[in-house]
């Protein structure tokens, strides 16, 4: 896809640290406003999917290579199955939240009923919600960088 | 000696860790990541052996994710592995190492392998969670796993116009039927708030909507193990896509084939007894409505295989006719529960499913063999191969006297099971199935002199072996058949038996979970 | 009329009449028969995970596997489209 | 009284998602529509979790009262991201047919023979 005109593109210059912020918000903020890891993942993927519509799939390819991306994903993934095999290994059970009540970082328990906002709470879950929005952002980013690039370089090969 | 009670948790574990990791490991090296792969899977498979002789000794494994006991309204994922679940794990695991053996070097030449090492370690970790999961969404989730890693995998030759049609058959089909599964899960969940396998078997009580859920689960699980009407799909995806995942898929077919098992006996174990609709039993209804849809596709796929040029084609019709037979037998034994011989179907149908996994999986290897060395794959163009392919020959041999149930292979023993009770029930049942068997029979021997005897073609002078992992992969296979033709109690007894009393013994499974409780 | 649309209408009746009557036959919406799984999680959803949001808890930790299952399958996608769209140089 | 217009609407969306699988021939056409029914079969799924007058599962500064069920909602999120899977899946499928047979038509894919 070649890219768009200039104003497309400063507005997005504009826009994308803002939605990544957002997201990135969405994915922080899992355990205590609706959102979470895919939710907030999904914002930033979108915000990427502006960026390569916007600046055309060979500059976006420029930037950042396939193979990145999907070692970034790998990475999100084994950290989220490592966070529930760390349960096993405290040896409760595969997907036991062990940082709850615990003393160390997310340990505090909210008091029951309508708890204010408190973000250090909810053990394994942060981290979780953490771990499978950068999963999400790399992997949407990377189905999307994927299919418009394959589309140019095919009219290449055509040619 | 006793196992870690999270060993089922880590059989599904290991091949997910195994297939996150492969990306990062094959920047490594690609003979690093064959190595990675092929541990993986091996330690998978002594984990499953492991697991599946302490099940045998002492009972049904159940295991809770998150916490240790189990809180009583069941609000947590739990496994439940009893001795049907574990046999059908023992399948998937001995073919899924078999094919990634093969597949060393017979995908030697194509590129993006990691990407393919990844889907078939995802595809193990599907059908395994499929096979030993005790939630109902978390079949789903595990059935869609399967589909989407098997899609993908049809497709691998993107080259082939034919693989990627196959391909999205394939994904559409299953996407339809996971979504069918999808809404019968939520139709009982709206109804009971359960989602645990045994906690809804214990609290059904068969309304009505509960029928259409069955009926939804039927239709979609049987569309998926390639049952007559639905089956079309089969052909395709078998045909076109690679040897090695024509192998795979067998398993993630049974699986679905597990899936219906499952549903029938233990989730509508209740309700099977009860006297439904024109004062005949649930259980004699449904499996009569197993036994004429498998007495359809094993016709269905005799006939259709007579007519294929294409090699695989003509071995995935073959699988169809033997899908046919196992649920001929798992029918019989469901519409014949109480009797002896209805044991008797039950256990040849459970039996089947063994031996036609090892049976259509070695054909397929053969074929694969053959377009490995001659890049050939309609019959008409073969001939002569015998000379210079000694061994694939005789493997050849032996896989197509297992297919077609001749005495010293193992597909005779559980074919002999499914004969003798299906003829008690019904007697055509047993003289349609005989005859298909020789019609098979007589195809694949027709199969054998168009491909391996007749003259010398010019163009496979310089045809030679393939190279040792493939014949030591199809010597795996090929020793299994053999053993388990010339003594078939020892699985019989030992592994069989214990699967169709599971099956059949559904208070015990819930017994586990509910009013045991742990 | 082709031979397809009229399949195509048979089949179509039947699915109609079959979920008309699960939209018939269900529960009213808003009035819950069984709840007793959800009133628990509702309950102590603070105590056992800590987690303010009742969905994340279920999500995460309740029913962690599930995500796990649901993080594999965007993996097997993501493997999936990599792998269609590369490029076959010696195939 | 809704009694039970969230049903019929589900109704609705499932069986618009299976005219467009039967009838249309276009590929992608297909693939909207088992987009369609996989949103048909999530809002059935979200709406089984509603209670009368209640308010979201969150407790963080929640006016307090009946909570709609969180069970069904965590379902549909899963289901949800294995939509966005199936058919990033089927699209590139899609695209290589196309660049096979050059068109989109079901009719003339057919390079299978039965």
């Known amino acids: ?159 | ?518 | ?91 | 009284m809704i009694y039970n217009i969230p049903y019929i609407a589900v109704v609705g969306l499932i069986l618009l998602g299976m005219y467009a699988l039967v009838f249309k021939r276009n590929l992608i056409k297909m693939v909207i529509g088992i987009t369609l029914i996989e949103s048909g079969v999530n809002m059935f799924l979200i709406t089984l979790g509603y209670r009368k007058e209640s308010i979201a599962p969150i407790y963080t500064s929640s006016p307090g009262g009946i909570m709609s069920l969180p069970v069904p909602q965590a379902l549909t999120l899963t289901s949800i991201v294995i939509g966005v899977a199936v058919t990033a899946l089927m699209l590139s499928l899609v695209i290589h047919i196309y660049r096979h047979y050059g068109s989109l038509d079901a009719k003339n894919v057919r390079r299978l023979k039965e």
């Not at chain 2, 339809?176 to 214990?202: C, E, S």
């Not at chain 2, 040029?309 to 003509?314: H, S, V, Y």
């Not at chain 2, 021997?445 to 010398?456: N, Q």
Request: charged residues 10%; proline residues 3%.
């Open chain 1, 1 to 159: 896809m070649t890219e768009m005109s200039k104003i497309v593109r400063t507005i997005t210059n504009i826009a994308f640290p803002l939605s990544m912020i957002f997201g990135f918000y969405v994915i922080a903020h899992g355990h205590l406003t609706p959102g979470g890891g895919f939710q907030g993942g999904a914002v930033v993927a979108s915000a990427c999917a502006m960026v390569l519509v916007a600046f055309g799939s060979k500059w976006t390819i420029g930037k950042i290579k396939e193979k990145r991306l999907s070692v970034l994903e790998s990475l999100g993934a084994i950290g989220f199955i490592g966070l529930a095999l760390l349960g096993l290994v405290f040896g409760i059970a595969f997907f036991h939240n062990f940082l709850v009540g615990s003393d160390y970082l997310f340990g505090i328990i909210p008091a029951t009923g309508s708890g204010l906002a408190d973000i250090n709470t909810a053990g394994v879950l942060p981290l979780m919600n953490f771990a499978v929005g950068i999963k999400v952002i790399a992997g949407l980013f990377v189905i999307v960088l994927v299919m418009a690039y394959a589309a140019t370089s095919y009219k290449e090969d055509k040619k």
């Open chain 2, 1 to 518: 000696m006793n196992i870690p009670e999270y060993t089922p948790a880590l059989i599904v574990a290991i091949p997910l860790i195994g297939a996150f990791l492969t990306p990062l490991i094959s920047r490594v090296h690609d003979k690093l990541r064959n190595i990675f792969v092929i541990l993986v899977l091996v330690i998978n498979a002594s984990l499953v052996f492991l697991l599946a002789y302490d099940i045998l000794k002492n009972g049904i494994q159940t295991y809770i994710f998150g916490a240790r006991n189990l809180s009583y309204p069941i609000v947590r994922i739990l496994f439940e592995v009893d001795a049907m679940s574990i046999f059908m794990a023992i399948i998937s695991s001995i073919i899924v190492l078999v094919a990634v053996l093969y597949s060393w070097s017979f995908m030697k030449n194509n590129t993006g392998l990691d990407k393919y090492y990844t889907l078939i370690l995802l595809l193990t970790a599907g059908i395994l969670g499929m096979v030993m999961t005790g939630d109902m969404f978390n079949f789903f989730v595990f059935l869609e796993i399967t589909s989407i890693a098997s899609c993908a995998l049809i497709a691998f030759w993107t080259s082939q116009a034919e693989s990627v049609e196959a391909g999205f058959k394939y994904i559409v089909i299953s996407a339809m039927g996971a979504l069918f599964v999808l809404f019968a899960v939520a139709i009982l969940y709206g109804q009971y708030d359960a989602l645990n396998i045994a906690q809804l078997a214990d609290v059904m009580q068969y309304t009505f909507l509960d029928k259409i859920a069955l009926v939804l689960l039927i239709v979609a699980l049987a569309m998926k193990a390639g049952l007559v009407p639905m089956h079309m799909w089969l052909p395709d995806s078998y045909g076109s896509a690679p040897s090695t995942i024509s192998l795979v898929l067998v398993g993630a077919t049974l699986a679905s084939l597990y899936g219906v098992l499952r549903v029938v006996f233990t989730l509508y174990g209740n309700a099977l007894s009860t006297i439904a609709n024109f004062d005949v039993a649930v259980n004699v209804f449904i499996g009569w409505f197993i036994i004429a849809l498998a007495i359809l596709s094993i016709i269905v796929g005799v006939i259709m295989a007579l007519i294929q040029t294409d090699f695989k084609r003509l071995i995935a019709f073959g699988a169809v006719a033997e899908i046919g037979y196992m649920f001929l037998g798992i029918g019989a034994g469901l519409a014949a529960a109480g009797t002896a011989y209805g044991n008797v179907a039950l256990q040849g149908g459970i039996f089947h499913i063994f031996n036609d996994a090892l049976d259509v999986g070695l054909l397929f290897l053969v074929a694969g063999a053959i377009y490995y060395a001659t890049k050939e794959r309609s019959l008409n163009s073969m001939g002569g191969l015998a000379r210079n392919m000694k061994f694939t020959t005789v493997f050849f041999i032996i896989g197509l006297l297992a297919v077609a149930g001749m005495p010293p292979m193992n597909g005779f023993a559980s074919k002999l099971l499914i004969y003798e009770s299906t003829f008690q029930l019904n007697p055509i049942l047993a003289i349609v199935a005989i005859l298909c068997s020789i019609l098979l029979l007589a195809m694949f021997v027709k199969v054998f002199y168009s491909a391996f005897m007749g003259p010398e073609l010019p163009k496979f002078k310089k045809v030679k072996e393939v190279p040792k992992s493939m014949l030591f992969a199809m010597g795996i296979l090929a020793t299994i058949i053999v053993i388990f033709g010339l003594f078939p109690e020892i699985i019989l007894n030992n592994i069989v038996q214990p699967a169709a009393d599971a099956l059949l013994g559904y208070s015990e499974y819930i017994s586990q979970v509910v009013a045991g409780g742990i």
């Open chain 3, 1 to 91: 009329m082709s031979t397809r649309t009229i399949a195509g209408t048979i089949f179509f009746s039947i699915v109609f009449a079959f979920f008309i009557f699960i939209a018939l036959m269900m529960h009213p919406f808003g009035v819950l028969n069984e709840s007793e799984m959800d009133d628990y999680i509702i309950d102590n959803t603070q105590e056992e995970t800590g987690a303010n949001n009742g969905v994340t808890s279920v999500v995460f930790d309740y029913r962690g596997f599930d995500t796990l299952g649901e993080a594999t399958v965007l993996f097997t996608a993501v493997a999936g489209v990599i792998m269609l769209f590369r490029r076959l140089k010696n195939d």
